[in-house]
């Protein structure tokens, strides 16, 4: 491992997927937000796989959960966002997709969090923005943030670009997410992927780490 100033710098997969060193965050894997994504089960799947192993080695674990604001609550970024994703003009048109209760923004039944994970709400694409996400790594002493979930194109690419702003390490379980836009999706990977910061892995491969 190399260091300096007396600083361990971790840069492999090996040295960060460490319950000490890393967390993981399941994001916005969420009822109706699966719903819209192809092959969604599949994804839920190797999901489960990743927190089991995750969950079994005492790592810490978070689930953020994207909520719609009432439309009295919109204002012109929330309102164009709905309008774009719900393909209206009218802003009179705009129905919440995710209120707070609705069956829609619950996480699905087979990933649903424990009492020892940190589970919060959004109303952002970045898990960062707005949440209590980066106070709680902190705190935990965390280095690297795994992220997997939907969708890979809208929310999880800009988490984790936010991850590495604030100086945290990304890990991408590419195949642990799921998107709406396979060509997007591919964009985000290869953006990634040249900008540096993210390490981007696969389910397989982050469970041996974390089981060696």
């Known amino acids: 491992m190399a260091a300096i100033h007396g600083i361990d710098i971790l840069s492999t997969l090996d040295e960060l997927v460490h319950p000490q060193h890393t967390a993981l965050l399941i994001y916005d ?21 990743l927190v089991s192993a995750t969950r079994t080695a005492g790592m810490w674990i978070a689930y953020s959960r994207h909520l719609s604001a009432p439309c009295s609550w919109m204002g012109v970024s929330q309102m164009r966002m709905a309008m774009a994703w719900q393909r209206i003009s009218d802003p009179q048109q705009v129905k919440p997709w995710f209120p707070r209760g609705a069956e829609a923004t619950e996480i699905v039944p087979d990933l649903a969090p424990q ?20 106070f709680a790594l902190r705190d935990a002493g965390v280095t690297g943030l795994a992220v997997a979930g939907i969708a890979l194109e809208v929310g999880i690419e800009p988490t984790l670009r936010h991850a590495a702003d604030l100086g945290f390490i990304p890990i991408l379980v590419e195949d642990a997410c799921g998107h709406g836009n396979a060509e997007a999706a591919a964009r985000s990977v290869e953006a990634l992927r040249f900008a540096g910061d993210t390490i981007v892995t696969t389910v397989s491969d982050f469970c041996g780490a974390l089981a060696g």
């Open 29 to 49: 894997m969420q009822v109706g937000i699966a719903r819209q994504v192809p092959g969604a089960e599949a994804v839920v799947a190797r999901v489960q796989t």
């Open 115 to 134: 009492p020892d994970d940190l589970f919060f709400d959004k109303l952002a694409m970045s898990a960062f923005e707005g949440t209590f996400l980066e």
